[in-house]
């Protein structure tokens, strides 16, 4: 099926690996020039040394802190330069570790809100206008299952649920020239992140990685993880045309996880 991406322009946040990384692969599968940008330098630089490899597309990187203005800045104008225009951002920032109300600090809010929902804001800001130019646009958030089920995470919930909330008035405000955005509520995908999670566990306890995911695993209908590849297939249709009726959504990846109907 053609996506109609040939030669789009694709700014992904997070690309040295994992999520992000999957995703400005998976776009530059199908034709996509791709912008990639993420803290560390020799790591994002690798990630985009494989994906030129595995495509042939053109790839730019920038490295730099996303949580800081001065980055999406200059992720977006060299982005331009090379480019000439912006017709999809996927945005993808990490986040906090797990942490209950009580134990999160004033420091935390505050790095995590410009880390999650300020970026957002920013690159948002910027790409709105250069979108309108070029008659459209994707705007894509890697979000997280809790903006629909709460996890045991105070500051993720938060924030990752207020981008949803930005997402959805910049839909409403933004459809009639055509820039459609969209959440993407990621479940429990099988990330190097993921992974090392665990590791970490199972060092502490005394236990196997497999012991440490079996009850996570359990808990999800489909009785297993989801792959990069599945969340990003599904990021690659939302910035295509064929997604063209779609907007202001929601939606997890997630193997059944979030038990609402919403």
Same mark, same amino acid.
């Given at each position: 099926m053609?996506m109609?991406l040939?030669d789009?322009v694709a700014?992904?946040?997070?690309?040295s690996?994992?999520?992000?990384k999957g995703?400005a692969l998976?776009?530059a599968?199908?034709?996509?020039r791709?912008?990639v940008?993420?803290?560390?330098?020799g790591?994002?630089?690798a990630?985009a &040394?494989?994906i030129?490899?595995l495509?042939g597309?053109?790839v730019?990187?920038?490295?730099?802190?996303l949580?800081v203005?001065e980055t =999406?800045?200059r992720?977006?104008?060299?982005t331009m330069e090379?480019?000439?225009g912006?017709?999809?951002v996927?945005?993808?920032?990490?986040?906090p570790?797990a942490?209950?109300?009580?134990d =999160?600090?004033?420091a935390?809010?505050r790095e995590?809100?410009?880390?999650?929902?300020n970026?957002?804001?920013r690159m948002?800001?910027? =790409?709105?206008?250069?979108?309108q130019?070029r008659g459209?646009?994707?705007i894509?958030?890697?979000?997280?299952?809790?903006?629909?089920q709460?996890?045991?995470?105070?500051v993720?919930n938060?924030?990752?649920?207020a981008v &949803?909330?930005?997402?959805k008035?910049?839909?409403?405000?933004?459809a009639r020239?055509?820039?459609?955005v969209?959440?993407v509520?990621t479940?429990?995908?099988?990330t190097?992140l993921?992974?090392e999670?665990?590791?970490? &566990?199972a060092?502490?306890n005394g236990?196997?990685?497999?012991?440490e995911?079996?009850p996570?695993v359990e808990?999800i209908?489909?009785?297993?993880l989801?792959?990069v590849e599945?969340l990003?297939?599904?990021v690659?249709?939302?910035?295509?045309?064929?997604?063209s009726?779609?907007?202001g959504?929601?939606?997890?990846?997630?193997g059944?996880?979030?038990?609402?109907l919403l």
């Amino acid at each position: 099926m053609d996506m109609g991406l040939k030669d789009k322009v694709a700014v992904v946040g997070g690309a040295s690996r994992g999520l992000g990384k999957g995703c400005a692969l998976a776009l530059a599968r199908e034709g996509a020039r791709v912008a990639v940008c993420a803290r560390n330098e020799g790591r994002l630089e690798a990630a985009a &040394a494989e994906i030129r490899a595995l495509t042939g597309s053109d790839v730019l990187t920038v490295a730099g802190d996303l949580s800081v203005e001065e980055t =999406v800045d200059r992720l977006t104008r060299e982005t331009m330069e090379a480019f000439g225009g912006i017709d999809i951002v996927v945005n993808n920032a990490g986040g906090p570790a797990a942490t209950p109300f009580a134990d =999160v600090t004033e420091a935390m809010w505050r790095e995590y809100t410009d880390l999650i929902l300020n970026y957002v804001l920013r690159m948002c800001r910027r =790409v709105v206008p250069l979108m309108q130019t070029r008659g459209g646009g994707r705007i894509i958030n890697l979000c997280a299952f809790a903006v629909k089920q709460p996890a045991g995470n105070t500051v993720s919930n938060v924030l990752r649920t207020a981008v &949803a909330a930005a997402a959805k008035t910049l839909a409403n405000e933004y459809a009639r020239d055509r820039i459609l955005v969209n959440n993407v509520c990621t479940g429990f995908i099988d990330t190097e992140l993921l992974r090392e999670e665990f590791e970490e &566990a199972a060092r502490a306890n005394g236990t196997s990685v497999g012991d440490e995911m079996r009850p996570l695993v359990e808990d999800i209908p489909l009785g297993r993880l989801g792959t990069v590849e599945e969340l990003s297939d599904y990021v690659v249709f939302l910035a295509s045309e064929r997604s063209s009726y779609i907007t202001g959504t929601s939606l997890q990846v997630d193997g059944g996880f979030v038990r609402s109907l919403l």
